[in-house]
């Protein structure tokens, strides 16, 4: 079991900078890949950026070159680094921890949410 919580969200004016943080506990051993994903009203949730052990990353084509994803995976954390924010980028951004069961089997956790708000 892990459990993971998100923070930093916030109100932030287009054109400013906000960091995420994932913190995640339990059974961390078991976290492979990372990741962050979003979800604005009235759409469906989509990828943002994702991290996996080895530090390799993948983002989404519209937050290339303005998001950074990092992983610390001593304390078990995750961050997203935003800058250059835009009004779409306004969205509860969720955490997601994929990992690997005793049986072999894969599984995702994910994060309660924050929101983050970028006014024009």
């Known amino acids: 079991q892990v459990q993971l919580v998100e923070s930093g969200g916030g109100l932030v004016q287009a054109g400013g900078s906000l960091g995420l943080t994932c913190a995640a506990s339990?059974?961390?051993?078991?976290?492979?890949?990372m990741g962050w994903y979003r979800q604005a009203p009235g759409k469906q949730r989509e990828l943002v950026a994702t991290?996996?052990?080895?530090?390799?990353?993948n983002y989404a084509n519209d937050v290339k070159g303005r998001f950074t994803i990092s992983r610390d995976n001593a304390k078990s954390i995750v961050y997203l680094q935003m800058n250059s924010l835009k009004p779409e980028d306004t969205a509860v951004y969720y955490c997601k921890g994929v990992v690997l069961r005793s049986s072999g089997s894969f599984g995702d956790y994910w994060g309660q949410g924050t929101q983050v708000t970028v006014s024009s």
């Open positions: 339990g059974s961390t051993f078991r976290l492979r890949a």
């Open positions: 991290i996996s052990n080895d530090g390799s990353t």
